[in-house]
C-alpha cells in the first residue's frame, strides 16, 4: 500500500507542476503554508540543498473540505505563480535550482506525502508552530502524519524573529537522529565561523561511570562534526534534574536548538514529547530531526496501522 493511501480523503489533484525528471538529485521538499514564512523556510532548503549539490521542491497545497471535488479551477492561478516567481528568484539569487508543485486536496499531509514519494525527495522541511492543541496529538495533525508515513527526512522549524544562525546548540545522547542533526546544523552554518555546541544533559547525582560514558558520546559527535570541515565545534555535559530546561537554560548564548527527534519505540509516538516541551518553552528557534529508516519504515507498516 502507498502510505499515504492510510490517510483520510481521495487523493490530491495536481493543478500544476514542473516536469519530473529521474535525475539522481539530493531533493528538499518545502511545503508552503504561510507565505510570511516562505523565505526563511527557503533559506534553510537553500543552505541543506546547496550543502548536498541539490534541489528544491517548492509545494503549495490549496484544501477544500471533503464534501468538495478539488477542481483546478478553485485555483487564484495568479496569486500562486506570483508566489512561486519569489520563490524562484529568492533561490535563484542562493544559487539554487528550483521545481514547483501546486496541488488541491481534501488532506494536506496526504499530499505533502504524494508530492515526496513521486519527486523522490529526501527531505521534507516543515515549517511548525512549536506545539499542537489538538487532541492525541504529538506535533500537530500534519506534523505528525507526515513524519510518521514518509520515505524521507524530516526537518521542523518553529522559527523565532530573524533567522540568523551563528551558533546553534545540538542536545545528544547519542543515535541515528542526533546524528543527522549533526548534518543538517553543519549545512545550515557558515563554514569556519559558525559553532556547534553540543551537550549531553544528566542527573546531578549521576555516577561516574555513567559520566563517562556521556562524555564519551560528546566526543564522537565532536570528532564527527570536525570531520564533516564545517563550522566549529565544543561539548560540554550539563548536570540537571529536567532534560527539557536544562537544555533550555543551556541555550541562552545560542541563537537555535536542534534536536533528533525522541527515540521511543516506533510502534508507539512518531516524535516523543521532548522536543515538543522544549519548543513550547524556549524562545529560540528550535529544530526537530527525524531520520527515515526504510526497516522501521517497512514495520511500522506492517504492524502500526
Known amino acids: 500500500q502507498v502510505d499515504e493511501e492510510a490517510l483520510p480523503g481521495a487523493p490530491s489533484l495536481v493543478a500544476e507542476s514542473s516536469n519530473i525528471n529521474d535525475e539522481d538529485r539530493f531533493r528538499v521538499l518545502v511545503p508552503i503554508s504561510n507565505p510570511a514564512n516562505m ?27 471533503e464534501q468538495f471535488t478539488p477542481r483546478v479551477e478553485d ?31 481534501h488532506n494536506p499531509a496526504r499530499a505533502i506525502l504524494e508530492t515526496s514519494r513521486e519527486w523522490k525527495c529526501d527531505l521534507i522541511l516543515l515549517g511548525w508552530k512549536g506545539y499542537t492543541s489538538t487532541a492525541n496529538r504529538i506535533m500537530g495533525e500534519v506534523v505528525d502524519d507526515v513524519a510518521k508515513y514518509a520515505r524521507a527526512n524530516i526537518l521542523l522549524a518553529k522559527i523565532q524573529g530573524d533567522l540568523n544562525l551563528d551558533k546553534i546548540l545540538i542536545p545528544t545522547s547519542g543515535g541515528t537522529n542526533s546524528v543527522l542533526a549533526e548534518k543538517y546544523a553543519s549545512s545550515l552554518l557558515e563554514k569556519d565561523k559558525g559553532l556547534i555546541h553540543l551537550c549531553s544533559v544528566v542527573r546531578p547525582n549521576i ?53 533528533g527527534a525522541s527515540r521511543d519505540s516506533f510502534f508507539k509516538r512518531t516524535l516523543g514529547s521532548t522536543p515538543e516541551r522544549i519548543a513550547r518553552n524556549s524562545q529560540k528557534t528550535v529544530f526537530v530531526v527525524k531520520q527515515y529508516s526504510p526497516v522501521k519504515g517497512l514495520f511500522k507498516r506492517i504492524f502500526d496501522n
Do not use: C, W
Not at 523565505?39 to 473540505?65: C, F, M, Q, W
Open 39 to 65: 523565505e526563511k523556510l527557503l533559506n534553510l532548503a537553500s543552505s541543506i540543498a546547496n550543502d548536498h549539490y541539490g534541489e528544491v521542491v517548492v509545494l503549495r497545497v490549496l484544501t477544500v473540505p
Open 75 to 105: 485555483v487564484d492561478a495568479d496569486k500562486e505563480h506570483e508566489l512561486m516567481e519569489k520563490a524562484h528568484e529568492f533561490l535563484a539569487g542562493k544559487g539554487v535550482s528550483m521545481n514547483s508543485v501546486i496541488r488541491i486536496a
Open 207 to 259: 555516577s561516574l561511570e555513567q559520566e563517562d560514558k556521556m562524555l564519551s558520546i560528546l566526543l564522537e559527535a565532536e570528532g564527527r562534526i570536525q570531520d564533516l570541515n564545517g563550522p566549529l565545534v565544543d561539548a560540554k555535559l550539563v548536570k540537571n534534574s529536567s532534560v527539557t530546561y536544562g537544555i533550555i537554560d543551556e541555550s541562552e548564548n545560542y541563537d537555535a536548538i536542534m534536536i
